[in-house]
Structures are given as structure tokens and as C-alpha cells.
């Protein structure tokens, strides 16, 4: 069965989603979207550094949007335009990234791969680390799920309450480095806050807790991996992209769907 | 002895914003710290949480002592869709005996099901207030708990404080601003300013010239007849408006 490339292809796709779907919830509770944008920004410089050295491209990537996710949490507070700085480091990374690989001798690499991801050619050993990845942060998630909903509610209560903000909010850059490195395949480095943001923003005006945002959510993600892998397939379109439509469709049909709800309320 | 800070100093970058705090809180008492605006209250409540960066000085909390703390607001981002309900059992312990008396104490119970971002301030209180309630607390920490409340609100607030201390024996920390009701609800008033100006019991306070120099000699009719003499200055004469 897995032999198939569109059900390696499909199930890469599913694993991704499962994972960056309830995380993107976070990321949108805490206005993370910039941070999270920088992570993943910064992922290309790590993989032009691993093709350069040629390492493993994962661990390259998962290197550096691990290094920018905990400096940048770090930092967090200290500075006043804080978005623009994210914004600066980020794409100083990106952009670094692809100047380098420019620079490196030999066969000419397909940086769009990187870029908006190549899901179609996802191996057994790729399936193996989307999923191990996925795993890492569902379960990061639901032990840590409580102390992260209080301290995104208020820093002061969780510490009250015995927490301490900080450790917490570090199970989130765990997890955003580990998303993003697992997600370049599948979406890209452009387009996995994507996968992130949108299936989260979708659930929202159609639901009453955080936990039932976090469900929906994970159902839009794989609904949205599913139905953009083949309509990639059907209209020979690109993958990752195609993912992020079907998403953005989603979105608008829950806005829509949340203004009748709220209307026939009123 | 439940709270025992001695020396305590907090700086944010180059801002003393606390200088050379002292307190210690016993079991079943009411103190509350009163001062003007910008003079440390809610960065002392801080300290005491930790979540403020302590630069000298000690917070010593007897072991295993359950806080309950009530903030001065709560800012829910409205992508969080989160019931009363949900909220008040994000605790660390579910506690259901806790839930209800909290809920029944507070008259939180026909709101469980609504958005927290729906509430109004006096609700958004009483949610508040029912949360720090709910794990049976020995220390409760209300920081402006009466904000957002009407008179007759502010007066049952009070009044629902006094019985929380009876029944339960815990010692309460407050910040207000309801000067008036607070000198006739506390055992001991600390005025702070940076420093501690003054503290004692409330009749202490009232008239200490130190008191009177940040609240102005009009606040209480009773004590309206008064010579000032201030002895000290208030980090550098920044927020005296009568002084």
C-alpha cells in the first residue's frame, strides 16, 4: 500500500495537518502568526546550510527553526517593535538561505520543492518522520493542553495556580520547530503557517470551546490535504498550494456559515 | 506565618518600580495595600505570584499554600472561544465541592455557559473572584476586585470578603481603591508609593501625614482637621497631586 505515491502522498498530508491544525489554535490565540512566519522562514536557511554540508535536509531545518523559535521566545517582551523584528530576522534567513544555495557547485537544485513543497515525492523514510513528528506534538499538546490554555489566558493566573509561563510556552516553540520541519515536504516553508493559521481560523466562528476549535480544526486540515491532493492531482496544479486553496475555501465558507448563524440568532 | 517578604526590591530595566518592601500576612487577617496609580500595587502582587522580576530581596510562601489570585482584568483574545464553565475547571485539581460552594458564594452558576468574552466587567468579577475561590484557598489576592462594580455591588463584595474570612480562616491581600469601605474592612493598611509610606491599622494610616500627602486631607471627614508635615519624599515628588 505504501508502495502508492498518492498514499504516501495523502498520508504525509494527513500527518502534517493532524499536528499543525490544534497548534495553529495557539499560534492564533497568542497572535503568534509573525513568530511563526519567522520559524519558518528561518527553516531555509538551515536547509541550504544541510545541502551545502550534505546533511540530512530534516536536520538542518529542524536545527535552525529551533534556534530562531527559542531566541525569539526569549526575546519576547523585550523590545517595542518586536513584528518588525521578527519580520528582519525572518526573512534575513530566507533570503540568506536561498543566496547560498545559489552558491553551491554541481546539480542544479529545485528550490521550489523547498519552497511550496514536493508531497508526491514523499518517501517511506519521509512518512516515517512526518508521522513521528506528528505524534511528538499531538502528545506535547494534549499532556501540556490545560496549563497552555491558562497561561495563554493570563501569565499571571497560571502562575498563581503553581505553572510557570515560560516552560510552558516553550512546549509551543518545540513544537512549532518540529512542525515546520516536517511540514516542508508537504506545504513548503512558505506556506506552512498556512496549514497553521487557516484550518484554526476556519473553526472558529463555528464553535464554543477550545477544545472543540482545536477538533475542527484538525478535521478542516486533513478535509483540506485531502481534497487539495487530488484536485492537485485532477488539474495537474501544484501541491502544496492547491492544499492552502482548498484551506482558504474552508475559511470563507465557515465566515459565511458563522454570519447565517449569528443572523438567524440575533 | 503565610507570606513573609522581607527587603523586596523589583526592577524593570533601569525603573525601580519597588524599593525595600516589607510584609508578613497571617492566617484569617485583611490587609490591603492602597496607593496612587504607578506606585507598585499590582507589580508587589506580582512578585508575590512570581511572574515579576525580583532584584534584592525575599518572598517567602509557606510550603504548599494555595493561592487564590484575583487580577485586576482579564484580556481574552476573541479567537478564544472559551465558556465560564470551561474556565473556572482549568485548574490544576478538579475539585468539585470547591466548583459548586465557589459558584454559590459568588452567584456565578447562571453564567457557566456563557463566552467569557461576552461578560460584562461586574460578571467578568464575580467569574473572577469564584475561580480563586474554587481550590479553598488560604491566601486570597484580589488586586481592584471591586472594579467595574456599582456601590451596592462593591458593598456585598465586601460584605461576601468578610464572610469568606470567617468560614474559611483565609487571610486576604487586597489593592483598592474604595478608600472609605477599605478602612472599615481591614485589619492593617499598608500605603504604598514605591515604598512602603506608612502601615498599621486603618486608623493609624488615615492619619498618618504620609497618608494624607498622597490621598489629599479631604478623604476622610473625620480626619479633615489636620497639620501636614511630611517627613519624606515620594521618588522624586512624581504622582503627589496635594502635596
Redesign the interface.
Known amino acids: 500500500m505504501l508502495d502508492d505515491f498518492m498514499v504516501r502522498a495523502t498520508l504525509a498530508g494527513i500527518g502534517v495537518t493532524l499536528a499543525a491544525a490544534p497548534l495553529g489554535c495557539f499560534i492564533?490565540?497568542?497572535?503568534m502568526a509573525y513568530f511563526g512566519e519567522a520559524t519558518a522562514h528561518s527553516a531555509m536557511l538551515g536547509i541550504a546550510l544541510s545541502l551545502s554540508f550534505e546533511a540530512p535536509v530534516f536536520a538542518g531545518a529542524i536545527l535552525l527553526s529551533l534556534i530562531m523559535a527559542s531566541v525569539v521566545s526569549l526575546t519576547q517582551g523585550r523590545s517595542f517593535y518586536f513584528d518588525t523584528l521578527l519580520g528582519v530576522v525572518g526573512h534575513m534567513s530566507l533570503a540568506a538561505g536561498l543566496v547560498i544555495v545559489s552558491f553551491i557547485p554541481g546539480v542544479r537544485i529545485d528550490l521550489m520543492a523547498y519552497l511550496i513543497g514536493d508531497i508526491l515525492a514523499v518517501s517511506q523514510m519521509d512518512l516515517l518522520l512526518i508521522w513521528s513528528g506528528a505524534i511528538i506534538i499531538l502528545s506535547l499538546l494534549i499532556w501540556r493542553w490545560?496549563p497552555l490554555?491558562?497561561v495563554?489566558?493570563?501569565?499571571?493566573?497560571a502562575?498563581?495556580?503553581?505553572?510557570n509561563?515560560k516552560r510552558e510556552s516553550f512546549v509551543l516553540t518545540i513544537a512549532l520547530a518540529i512542525v515546520v520541519a516536517v511540514g516542508i515536504k508537504v506545504v513548503g516553508v512558505l506556506l506552512i503557517v498556512a496549514m497553521l493559521i487557516i484550518p484554526a481560523?476556519s473553526a472558529?466562528s463555528l464553535?464554543?470551546?477550545?477544545?472543540?476549535?482545536g477538533l475542527l480544526a484538525s478535521l478542516v486540515g486533513v478535509m483540506s490535504a485531502i481534497l487539495g491532493l487530488n484536485s492537485a492531482y485532477f488539474f495537474d496544479t501544484p501541491t502544496g498550494p492547491s492544499i492552502v486553496c482548498v484551506a482558504s475555501t474552508f475559511f470563507i465558507a465557515s465566515l459565511l456559515i458563522g454570519m447565517l448563524i449569528g443572523r438567524r440568532q440575533s | 506565618m503565610l507570606i513573609e517578604v522581607t527587603n523586596l526590591s523589583v526592577r524593570y530595566g533601569r525603573n525601580t518600580v519597588l524599593n525595600n518592601i516589607h510584609l508578613s500576612l497571617r492566617k484569617g487577617e485583611i490587609v490591603t495595600i492602597v496607593g496612587p496609580n504607578g506606585s507598585g500595587k499590582t507589580t508587589f502582587?506580582?512578585a508575590l505570584?512570581?511572574?515579576a522580576p525580583i532584584t534584592s530581596g525575599k518572598v517567602k510562601i509557606k510550603k504548599n499554600v494555595k493561592?487564590?489570585?484575583v487580577?485586576q482584568h482579564?484580556?481574552?483574545?476573541r479567537?478564544?472561544?472559551?465558556?465560564v464553565e470551561?474556565?473556572l475547571n482549568?485548574?490544576?485539581r478538579k475539585n468539585e465541592k470547591g466548583f459548586k460552594k465557589a459558584t454559590d458564594i459568588v452567584g456565578t452558576s447562571n453564567l457557566l455557559n456563557f463566552?467569557i468574552s461576552n461578560l460584562s466587567g461586574g460578571e467578568m468579577q464575580r467569574v473572577l473572584l469564584a475561580?480563586a475561590l474554587m481550590n479553598e484557598p488560604e491566601v486570597l489576592?484580589l488586586d481592584e476586585a471591586t472594579r467595574g462594580l456599582d456601590q451596592p455591588g462593591t458593598a456585598s463584595f465586601y460584605q461576601k470578603i468578610e464572610t469568606i474570612r470567617e468560614t474559611t480562616g483565609c487571610a486576604i491581600l487586597m489593592i483598592s481603591h474604595d478608600l472609605h469601605v477599605v478602612m472599615g474592612a481591614s485589619d492593617r493598611v499598608i500605603c504604598l508609593n514605591g515604598h512602603i509610606c506608612c502601615e498599621g491599622t486603618p486608623k493609624t494610616v488615615a492619619t498618618s501625614p504620609e497618608y494624607k500627602a498622597l490621598f489629599g486631607s479631604d478623604v476622610d471627614g473625620t480626619f479633615a482637621l489636620y497639620r501636614h508635615t511630611h517627613n519624606h519624599d515620594h521618588m522624586g515628588g512624581k504622582n503627589i497631586n496635594n502635596a
Open positions: 492564533v490565540w497568542r497572535r490545560s490554555l491558562l495563554t489566558l493570563n501569565e499571571d493566573l502562575s498563581a495556580n503553581g505553572y509561563p481560523a472558529r464553535v464554543s470551546t477550545p477544545e472543540g476549535m | 502582587f506580582k505570584i512570581g511572574t493561592l487564590g489570585y487580577p482579564l484580556n481574552i483574545d479567537s478564544l472561544p472559551i465558556t470551561r474556565f482549568l485548574a490544576r463566552q475561580r489576592l
